[in-house]
T-cell receptor, first 110, second 114 residues
Framework: GEDVEQSLFLSVREGDSSVINCTYTDSSSTYLYWYKQEPGAGLQLLTYIFSNMDMKQDQRLTVLLNKKDKHLSLRIADTQTGDSAIYFCANSGGYQKVTFGTGTKLQVIP | KAGVTQTPRYLIKTRGQQVTLSCSPISGHRSVSWYQQTPGQGLQFLFEYFSETQRNKGNFPGRFSGRQFSNSRSEMNVSTLELGDSALYLC?????????????FGPGTRLLVL
């Protein structure tokens, strides 16, 4: 079945850039998403990218997609302590059946 | 515009019981999806309803069921609860069931099965 893999943990210093990586297996993925989950909260959609794009930038967030390698990354520039959360990569071939990765816990050190 | 609401927020049940969780989508949203989140399995898709019809279904046993009402509110039911059903259950709503629609998540219902 479909699989989405992420590293479990990332630690960065405040002000540095964070890069969270994700690989997926479903070649029919049409939409790829990044979600943020803070403790005790639901998921917040940060950004998404269509599979025919290779980059999308939204303020401090940059998403890079390598469709050939099925690799997605999220770069957070000037990481702040408020960015500490779990980040989920997800993909969808369409409609609302979304497959989520295991999540990467980002720790920002002041 | 009010966000997605889920009730109850916390629930404790014992094995063998059944439970019903409720989700009210954002006003005007007609699609509701349900997910189970556990430390071991991560986030897994349960099912999606659109206009009172189940459109997609994940790989869960028949003990997990759902429905959607004409006002788009949705309920999910788990019968004969097992310890492994302890999880955070999240629902998400979108305006339609089309691809690329932004899913808005509720805060979740945390279920503990003893």
């Amino acid at each position: 079945g479909e699989d989405v893999e992420q590293s479990l943990f990332l630690s960065v210093r405040e002000g540095d850039s964070s890069v969270i990586n994700c690989t997926y297996t479903d070649s029919s993925s049409t939409y790829l998403y990044w979600y943020k989950q803070e403790p005790g909260a639901g998921l917040q959609l940060l950004t998404y990218i269509f599979s025919n794009m290779d980059m999308k930038q939204d303020q401090r967030l940059t998403v890079l997609l390598n469709k050939k390698d099925k690799h997605l990354s999220l770069r957070i520039a000037d990481t702040q302590t408020g960015d500490s959360a779990i980040y989920f990569c997800a993909n969808s071939g369409g409609y609302q059946k979304v497959t989520f990765g295991t999540g990467t816990k980002l720790q920002v050190i002041p | 515009k009010a966000g997605v609401t889920q009730t109850p927020r916390y629930l404790i049940k014992t094995r063998g019981q059944q439970v019903t969780l409720s989700c009210s989508p954002i006003s005007g949203h007609r699609s509701v999806s349900w997910y189970q989140q556990t430390p071991g399995q991560g986030l897994q898709f349960l099912f999606e309803y659109f206009s009172e019809t189940q459109r997609n279904k994940g790989n869960f046993p028949g003990r997990f069921s759902g429905r959607q009402f004409s006002n788009s509110r949705s309920e999910m039911n788990v019968s004969t609860l097992e310890l492994g059903d302890s999880a955070l259950y999240l629902c998400a709503s979108t305006r339609t069931s089309g691809p690329g629609e932004t899913q808005y998540f509720g805060p979740g219902t945390r279920l503990l099965v003893l």
